[in-house]
């Protein structure tokens, strides 16, 4: 699993972020500080979906764009800024695999997938990774894209509500049901 | 969408992934993105940097080159042309310059927040003048203006928007923004007007009252002697304010200490002009500190007078005979009885003192802070001044560079388009039945404009017109067109007309080199 600690997210607070927001929105420049506080979460999110380093460039810089272009539209009463930053990055994939007309994939590392069930059984780690991988493989792609962002990209419920449209505690009841789930199928192997 | 479990490791350092990092094309991509799916191009005049970029990369054009008629897919459309909305942070109380040299002059309660209230932090405002022909085809606004069935052209000495960027905010009506408005043109024969947006049309609202020979150097030099002024009247008051804390803790009440029986006790007849924080206690005496050192055989002399200062929490009393003299210290004491009875009271005249000293500290703070503004917006005036005007008007007795430009005051009390204007009717020296054509092609335009470039005029042209179209022989014609698609094309060759009484104006397309207004206004000389 991937440490939190490798974003190098600059210190300002979210009033301090707001009002580079608010100026950005006439002038596009004071963005780039913004861009370099997310750049390398959106980017990393869109290259664990892509999987094509070239692309994911393309698409992040898609998704930034578009952030300028639509950064009047954004309020921040409703979700937190770079929540909305992951929302447009998400579009930005399906639209890609739509005009590919490729299935979008939900890609699971097998290392970061031994990792994690290494957390939760150190003793019976080789088992439980054979049938998490299994019990994955029988989740629905939507159910895994939860379980993925939540455990392998280590997003929060309110920026993977943000993603999904849904509220921020329909995630939270989404990612316990899907979590039970798993658990479920593991104990039935 | 499907799940994939994958053997294979897809890593990429920071490093690597931060090469990727690239903001100027984040801003080619916006500016593109932008300037396909709207006109209304609000920001993107923000920085030269970023406009250069959108230049260069939006039209992909070669070296500047002289004009030729633009092949169709290199027809300038006035989508690609940037909107050149500047965004202002402002401020109540302050006095903010726009790019094009105007002032915008904010009261201290002009901007309020969604409950009525004085906003107390800076705020978005986005602001874009009009000064020429060019820019009033390019803004969305008519620039006719209907009264009693006739319909009149706008003659601009100066057009603006103001809006908000968030629509909460509100102007006070009781409190109006002024803004001076950098006109080019002086004369007294302007209206104002302000744009209806619901009803689609202008709202005529007074007279343009600024005198001919009020000129920008009269405007500035009023402007800062009014703030000038207002410094003047802050300090005045802030000095008043030191004066009265002053004397104030002069009065700072005391209480006495209740009286130790064993030390020794001087009863003085007080002057309480002198030691005001004595008067209430006209039976204290003094009683002689511990550490004191004093003779009593002291106090058998028959003194001439005696003097009381006040030190730190004690006093010094001075005794006087002849040359000589005797230093007591001491502090004013009451007896078990008035004591216990004097503490209450004591506790009312503190309390009431914390009170004023309070009240004036904050008056003072808020002084102080009206005074930082009025000299801030002096400031802001003589670097108006320094960086407008030509020959530096505010300090000096000079006007004559300055004195055809006005600076046009509008009182705007809630946010719009307005216009200081002269409606014109039609030309009718000469008419002409006009059909429009590019190349072999009939021109179908969304709008023409007929452009008076001697006299800066514009008139807006139906189709109406185009069967008896007016012009002026005499005048420096030039006819823009505009079609659906918002492509732009001229034709300015009117001596062709001669006295025929059908004309086909073959109108050239604008290469898409000149997508600025700053390019077109030189490319078409206005």
């Known amino acids: 699993m991937q440490g939190q600690n490798q974003y190098h997210i600059s210190t300002i607070t979210q009033e301090e972020e707001w009002e580079i927001i608010a100026k950005a929105i006439n002038d596009p420049k004071h963005f780039e500080k913004l861009y370099e506080r997310y750049f390398l979460k959106i980017f990393r999110y869109i290259l664990n979906r892509i999987r094509e380093e070239q692309i994911t460039s393309e698409i992040t810089s898609d998704v930034f764009s578009k952030a300028i272009i639509n950064l009047h539209k954004y309020r921040r009463k409703e979700v937190p800024f770079v929540a909305w930053l992951y929302g447009i990055a998400r579009n930005e994939i399906l639209q890609f695999f739509r005009k590919q007309k490729r299935e979008a994939v939900v890609f699971v590392e097998e290392e970061k997938l031994r990792h994690f069930t290494e957390e939760l059984d150190e003793v019976n780690k080789e088992e439980l990774f054979t049938q998490m991988k299994k019990a994955l493989e029988q989740l629905s792609p939507d159910d895994v894209e939860i379980i993925e962002m939540k455990y392998f990209q280590q997003l929060s419920h309110k920026e993977i509500a943000n993603l999904l449209g849904v509220s921020e505690e329909n995630a939270r009841v989404k990612t316990f049901r899907i979590i039970k789930k798993l658990k479920e199928l593991v104990n039935k192997m | ?526």
């Open chain 2, 1 to 526: 969408m499907k799940t994939k479990i994958e053997n294979n490791k897809f890593e990429l350092s920071d490093a690597e992934a931060l090469k990727h990092k690239n903001f100027d094309v984040v801003i080619q991509k916006a500016a593109l993105a932008k300037s396909a799916s709207k006109f209304n191009w609000k920001w993107i005049a923000g920085g030269t940097g970023v406009l250069a970029v959108l230049t260069s990369t939006l039209l992909l054009l070669p070296e500047e080159q002289p004009y030729t008629a633009a092949p169709a897919n290199n027809h300038l459309s006035v989508k690609m042309i940037p909107d050149n909305t500047e965004g202002l942070m402002v401020e109540n109380s302050s006095i903010v310059q726009t790019k094009d040299g105007s002032l915008l002059v904010f009261e201290e309660n002009s901007l309020l927040d969604k409950n009525g209230k004085a906003l107390t932090k800076p705020v978005a405002l986005n602001f874009k003048e009009y000064h020429n022909v060019i820019d009033q085809i390019l803004c969305k606004t008519p620039m006719t203006y209907d009264s009693a069935g006739t319909t009149y052209h706008f003659e601009s000495a100066g057009m603006f928007d103001l809006s908000s960027v968030n629509n909460e905010i509100k102007i006070n009506p009781e409190a109006p923004i002024k803004v001076m408005l950098n006109s080019k043109k002086n004369g007294t024969n302007y209206n104002l007007y302000q744009y209806n947006e619901d009803a689609k049309n202008w709202k005529y609202l007074s007279k343009d009252n600024t005198p001919s020979d009020y000129t920008k150097a009269k405007a500035l030099k009023d402007l800062k002697a009014k703030e000038e002024s207002k410094q003047k009247n802050e300090e005045k008051e802030l000095q008043k304010l030191n004066i009265e804390k002053n004397q104030k803790e002069q009065e700072k009440p005391i209480l006495p200490h209740e009286e130790n029986k064993d030390r020794f006790h001087i009863k003085l007849d007080v002057n309480y002009k002198d030691l005001p924080e004595l008067a209430y206690f006209k039976n204290a005496r003094f009683e002689v500190l511990p550490n004191a050192n004093f003779d009593p055989q002291k106090s058998k002399v028959v003194w001439d007078y005696v003097s009381a200062k006040k030190d730190k929490e004690s006093y010094v009393l001075t005794f006087f005979k002849g040359k000589s003299q005797y230093e007591v210290p001491a502090v004013p004491v009451l007896n078990k009885a008035e004591y216990t009875s004097e503490k209450r009271k004591y506790e009312i005249r503190m309390n009431a003192y914390k009170m004023t000293i309070d009240s004036i500290n904050e008056a003072q703070i808020e002084k102080s802070k009206r005074l930082e503004i009025a000299k801030k917006n002096v400031a802001a005036i003589i670097h108006f001044d320094m960086v407008n005007n030509p020959i530096h008007v505010v300090d000096e007795n000079i006007t004559g560079a300055m004195e055809n430009e006005v600076l046009r005051t509008f009182t705007v009390s809630n946010f719009g388009t307005f216009n200081c204007d002269c409606p014109n009717k039609l030309p009718k020296e000469q008419f002409v039945k006009a059909e429009f054509k590019i190349d072999t092609n009939k021109a179908y335009f969304r709008q023409v404009y007929l452009v008076e470039r001697n006299k800066k005029m514009m008139y807006t042209m139906y189709e109406s017109t185009f069967g008896n179209f007016p012009f002026n022989p005499k005048n420096d014609n030039l006819i823009i067109g505009v079609d659906e698609s918002g492509l732009v094309s001229f034709y300015e060759d009117f001596s062709a007309i001669s006295d025929k009484k059908d004309f086909t104006f073959k109108m050239k397309p604008v290469n898409r080199q000149y997508a600025s207004a700053k390019s077109l206004k030189e490319f078409f000389n206005l």
